[in-house]
């Protein structure tokens, strides 16, 4: 990033907190011979206070209905969230912080790093909770995350704190 005076400042942070949200199997939902699909999203919130910015990745796995469009209407049988806490230094949030227009702007790069950490994150979680499982075999793909981020994320300042 480059500050007012044209000198280079590196976004300092630090993973303050990983936390499984949710891990859902649903066996009734599960059926050994159809194809899988999987639902995947990420999405981001800051704590102004702290300065913190939550990563939240979601991936469910769900059987692909073999005459249905609509993959929403799909039961996952296991659906997974996962979050990641990164804290800011004060100079860092300074920089990505817009208090005239109350947005924080996390910037394509570093909001595909935090979700490419923080999908990693959720893999390992995956694996140890279906370790010994039939479901272990699913493993979320090591795709780019940060594809899924088209520009820098702009996160209201005015959104509750994040919990």
């Known amino acids: 990033m480059t500050d007012e005076n044209n000198k280079q400042h590196r976004i300092n942070f630090a993973l303050v907190n990983i936390k ?3 891990m859902d199997i649903h066996p009734d939902a599960f059926n050994d011979g159809q194809p899988v699909t999987v639902q995947a999203g990420v999405n981001f919130g800051v704590d102004k206070q702290k300065r913190l910015v ?3 990745f979601n991936h469910n796995f769900v059987h692909r209905e ?3 469009e609509d993959q929403n209407e799909a039961q996952p049988f296991i659906e997974l969230i996962v979050s990641c806490i990164f804290v800011l230094d004060p ?3 300074k920089i990505l912080e817009n208090e005239e227009e109350q947005v924080f702007v996390l910037p394509k790069g570093l909001a595909s790093h935090f979700a490419i950490m923080t999908a990693g994150t959720a893999r390992g979680i995956l694996h140890n909770e279906t370790e010994h499982t039939d479901y272990n075999k699913f493993i979320i793909p090591a795709n780019n995350v ?3 981020i088209p520009d820098n994320v702009q996160i209201p300042l005015s959104q509750p704190p994040i919990v």
Do not use: C, R
């Open 20 to 22: 499984t949200e949710k």
């Open 54 to 56: 939550k990563t939240l």
């Open 66 to 68: 073999e005459n249905s």
């Open 91 to 93: 100079e860092s949030w």
């Open 146 to 148: 940060g594809d899924i």
